[in-house]
């Protein structure tokens, strides 16, 4: 079942949704999405496929930083069943997680409660 996390304006809305899935040669993964305004209305401004160890990473990462216990300015993965990049600017407000190749907006603002609440969803069923 999908976990969601939302916040913001309607017109600025930020969703994020990790579900899982499974690679036919690397086995269970976590598929991370997100993307702007109403989930259902437009595909994802970012997707990526994680291996558990990946998204456990991730989840340990983004919570150390939202949580004041890392003083890393940027978070940066490169899943290994994906083409795309994770990649967070961390700022006082939260993370900018930028989009590779987008158009305006190129990055998605994350405030701190979703950068917790995405830690949480990556963090959820741990490294198998």
Known sequence: MP???????????????????????????????????????????????LLPQEAHTLGLALRAVAEGRSPERELFMSPMASNGLF??????????VELAGATLPAALPLDWPQVARLAALLLADGPA
């Open 3 to 49: 976990a969601y996390g939302a916040a913001g304006a309607q017109s600025d809305r930020v969703w994020l949704r990790v579900t899982q899935t499974s690679h036919r040669a690397l086995g269970p993964m976590q598929a991370l999405e997100l993307g702007w305004g109403q989930e259902a209305d437009a595909p994802p401004a970012l997707s990526l496929r």
């Open 87 to 96: 990649v967070g600017r961390v700022e006082a407000a939260g993370i900018q």
